[in-house]
């Protein structure tokens, strides 16, 4: 497990992909019972630890992921969330397509629960929710672009379909017409890093996760101006 920082208060921790962060119908153990392990040996501690999941990352989705040690510090990080005091910036591999340099885009999200897949639209349609994310591309290969995405929402596949939606589906994200799969079944997709202020110290937080471990990151991280 890659610990990015840790406190008495929280925990940051670079999810893999393939990783779940809580429990689910698969019967996979999720990344906070991982976490759990990790605080309960290294702090010998005899009874439960308290660990609480702030905000989750789509299995194949790569990147930094918080959970709280403290109820105090998990009652905070929700409602920080919920205001939007908190900047997650994602990086994503998508397959290159002309697009401008940067932009804003809008779109009405409707979700499939028996699919688990979001559908956008380019005008509300009933029980559809407005999603927003801004981008700027980083990085341009022959076959793909890095692109920073900044979501101004938080809706379900939110990046994942919105991208696709504009002719940008992300490298290996079959559900959302990527041409192939990846070879280890990810997106090269990841939460890059996050931005907020300690809910307990108050002082400024900035975390960064490394890159997969992955040539074509490698190669277009290269390029990044």
């Keep these: 497990m890659d610990v990015l920082y840790e406190d008495n208060h929280l925990i940051i921790v670079n999810k893999r992909a393939g990783e779940i962060v809580q429990g689910d ?3 996979d153990e999720p990344l906070v019972e991982t976490v759990k392990q990790y605080i ?3 702090c010998a501690k005899p009874g439960n630890v308290f660990l609480g999941v702030v905000h989750r990352l789509d299995r194949p989705v790569a990147g ?3 959970f709280a040690r403290t109820s105090k510090a998990l009652s905070r990080l929700n409602d920080m969330f919920r205001r939007g005091d908190i900047h997650k910036t994602y990086w994503a591999i998508v397959e290159r397509n002309q697009c401008p340099p940067q932009a804003t885009l809008v779109h009405w999200l409707k979700r499939n629960e028996q699919q688990n897949k979001s559908y956008a639209y380019d005008r509300e349609v009933p029980d559809s929710k407005r999603a927003e994310l801004d ?5 341009e ?3 793909y672009l890095l692109l920073e995405v900044n979501l101004k929402t938080g809706r379900h596949h939110q990046i994942r379909c ?3 939606k504009v002719g940008l589906p992300i490298r290996g994200d079959l559900k959302y017409g990527a041409r192939r799969s990846n ?18 110290t108050h002082q400024p937080v900035h975390i960064e996760a490394p890159l997969p471990d992955d040539v074509l990151w490698d190669k277009l991280f290269q390029c990044v101006k």
Excluded at 135 to 139: C, Q, S
Excluded at 183 to 200: K, N, W, Y
């Design 25 to 27: 119908k698969t019967g």
């Design 40 to 42: 309960k040996e290294a």
């Design 64 to 66: 930094c992921v918080i």
């Design 135 to 139: 981008y700027r591309v980083l990085a």
């Design 141 to 143: 290969g022959d076959r």
């Design 162 to 164: 919105q991208l696709a």
């Design 183 to 200: 070879p280890d079944g990810s997106i090269s997709l990841m939460a890059r890093s996050i931005d907020f202020e300690h809910p307990v």
